[in-house]
């Protein structure tokens, strides 16, 4: 029963240009399959060690990182229920979907959650972040650096240091930007930065990770019923062992120390943020070449997901499920974007080469479409 | 670094003879290391189905499988998250470590909670329990079925049904027991019934999993300021299409389905049950042979972990240390019984030949120590 099923689905054949989960590295999948000792164990807690300091060179920070057993979902969980007194409010400055999502969690943990709606497609300004802030007292500001839904990637370095300077803490969903885009978390005193190992790790699911400032972890001691599995005080409690208080994802945290390795010592980190600035810019320039205008505003698209309109009238479900039987995977537009946008992940481990060959496959499917 | 690293702790050279995490057999790291398709695609649905039919299986009920990106401590959360609502109690009624943990998050989730506190080594009787129940009115009562601190394990067929005439719902933890122990979550009414899989089913950790009852998904739905994370019914509502509201830790779904297809289809569920009996008998026969008086109470010890008294004045930290040495790893006590207890567990796809194997080691250098 499974052996047939795995091989019919084996998913190496696929080349995915999705805005993760994507293609994984056969170094990640062959470390992932390794043996496992248990988390109490002195190797694991050396490979926890390499998985926080690499965390801290990614991020360029000197602030704890800590791992989750969960989805990023679950840390933006944390930084609600950590972070937010009874009688405080919390901003969601939302540019799409997954800035929706954080204001909803805000309400289901019944905190004071007040949204900004911003058009999507639009990133945020700094005139819109001070309008907003002047509104209310915030105890926590929560912006996504890359929207995953509308492909804008919202300009950090002006709009952090408006919230920086109104007092609030400044919790940030990096999830589809972070080992792919520089962010640099000290610099720019960010207190949450955030995100799962899915995208631009180019690892499998089943971690999230983030790095905290000592403000937050202060915050935190102030904050009643904040629960137990998403609590900072007790994750980075064990992380300072470099342990977590309940099992953890073994297999994607030594595949994620792997990653680290490769990212810092063999691809170079820079570098590394240079080919995803590629993969975009040649992403953007094949839409103009093909005619599709690009969902978000000129100036803030960003270099890890490219979401395109539908400006040439083309059956996206058909140019999505052609390219499919020709081994390659994109996706739809996310929730109310399906067919009126399309998306193409270029983020991960992805070479500028095997963009070109799947864009020039998906030329020619558009061609036949037209 | 990275290669040196993990030649050098390469864990399969280690036997784990530990209550989790566990020895994992090849096939399972084998599927885990094949390539993935994303969460929302037809093959992912395909192999989330599989898992929740199996566990169906497994579990002798009919009632929703829903897996959680989470260690077992998140379900526990959830539990105390869904289905209390401001003005109701809950009941713990703990047996060890695992039980005082499930007490801690009801109150640090800001739940009434009150703790009834059995003597460790001793089980729930039908007595207590009775007696519990008749001091307030409980909306959930959680227990363990396996302790996994003290090696007990609960008399589930004579004190569920006391608590379900009480009318309150009933959540069990059966971490280190399911796959392991025979347990009929329809014929006992269990409303939830949780594990993590680096136990018996043998996998890498990184996956929670439990049933639940239609009782309980009604329940959830009067709990105000659940949380979405670990919302019982956003993951019920995308568990019916076999999807999950976020990513899913695909690997270990993948192994999981590899898990359940030898169990019931391979081994054979109710030769893994005995195989189970057989482990723990054996291991309690050569701690009577040694000398090693069980911790728990006669007649309620754990078929799938033992908690062994030092009964003989000997120095556990050096046992152990030089059994590893052997290549097997065994546990010291849990917490405040450390160094007054050890464990060993006999879970998983453990065979008797190696418990046999292990276990003249063991005497030998127990022997050595004397």
């Known amino acids: 029963m499974s052996d047939d099923h795995f091989n019919k689905n ?23 399959a390794l043996a496992n000792d248990t988390h109490r164990s002195k190797p694991y807690s050396e490979m926890h060690k390499l998985a926080v300091e690499g965390l801290q060179k990614l991020l360029f920070t000197k602030n704890d990182c800590l791992i989750f057993t969960s989805s990023a979902t679950g840390i933006m969980e944390a930084c609600v229920r950590n972070l937010i007194k009874k009688d405080e409010k919390a901003l969601f400055l939302s540019i799409g979907a997954f800035g929706d999502r954080w204001y909803e969690i805000g309400v289901s943990n019944g905190k004071e959650s007040i949204k900004a709606d911003i058009e999507w497609g639009k990133a945020l300004t700094p005139e819109i972040v001070k309008e907003e802030l002047s509104k209310h007292d915030y105890a926590i500001v929560c912006i996504q650096a890359n929207e995953t839904s509308t492909g804008v990637y919202n300009p950090l370095n002006e ?38 190992v899915q995208k631009c790790f180019a690892l ?50 030594r595949g994620l120390v792997v ?23 040649r992403t953007r320039e094949w839409a103009n070449e093909i005619g599709f205008e690009l969902f ?15 400006s040439i009238n083309i059956d996206f479900e058909k140019m999505i499920s052609t390219l499919l039987t020709k081994g390659y995977r994109i996706v739809n537009g996310y929730g109310s974007l399906k067919n009126k946008t399309f998306r193409i992940g270029h983020m ?22 037209k």
Not at 234 to 249: D, E, F, L
Not at 355 to 367: A, K, Q
């Open 159 to 196: 709009i952090i240091p408006i919230i920086k300077d109104s007092g609030a803490l400044i919790c940030v969903d990096a999830t589809s930007s972070m080992a792919g885009i520089k962010l640099e978390v000290d610099k720019l005193n960010i207190d949450v930065c955030l995100a799962s």
């Open 296 to 310: 978000p505003e000129k100036g803030y698209e960003s270099d890890t997901v490219s979401t395109m309109k539908n």
């Open 259 to 281: 990653q680290l390795d490769h990212i810092l010592n063999q691809e170079g980190i820079e570098n590394r943020f240079e080919r995803h600035k590629t993969l975009g810019k």
């Open 348 to 369: 991960g481990e992805i070479t500028i080469n095997e963009l070109d060959n799947m864009l020039e496959v998906l030329t020619d499917i558009i061609s036949e479409l």
């Open 204 to 253: 499998p699911p089943g971690l999230a990770l983030c790095s905290i400032s000592s403000k937050a972890l202060e915050k935190t001691k102030e904050v009643k019923d904040r629960g137990l599995y998403l609590d900072f005080l007790s994750i980075q409690k064990k992380n300072i062992v470099y342990q977590t208080p309940n099992t953890p994802p073994i297999p994607q945290i």
């Open 10 to 32: 084996k998913g190496s054949i696929l080349k995915l240009f999705t805005p993760g989960p994507v293609k994984v590295p056969d170094r990640v999948l062959n470390a992932m």
